[in-house]
């Protein structure tokens, strides 16, 4: 879904809800405006964890997905 296209479905839906559910749902998205957004650190494990691929390692595309 594009953005117009959620935003379309949102107010479609917002027309069936009462009164209350509306208010309570525009201070829901005020309160994500407000809200800072917590960025996930990548690579949590770096350092900590190490692997190694052997050259020498085969699997077929079948062993991979019933691994």
Do not use: C, W, Y
């Not at 770096?46 to 019933?66: N, P, R």
């Amino acid at each position: 879904m594009n953005r117009t296209e959620i935003e379309q479905a949102v107010l479609k839906e917002i027309h069936t809800l009462p009164l209350d559910k509306v208010e309570a749902t525009l201070n829901f998205i005020l309160s994500l405006k407000n809200k800072p957004v917590k960025k996930r650190p990548l690579g949590l494990l770096k350092g900590k964890v190490d692997f190694t691929i052997k050259e020498d390692f085969k699997m077929t595309d079948e062993e991979f997905l019933h691994s």
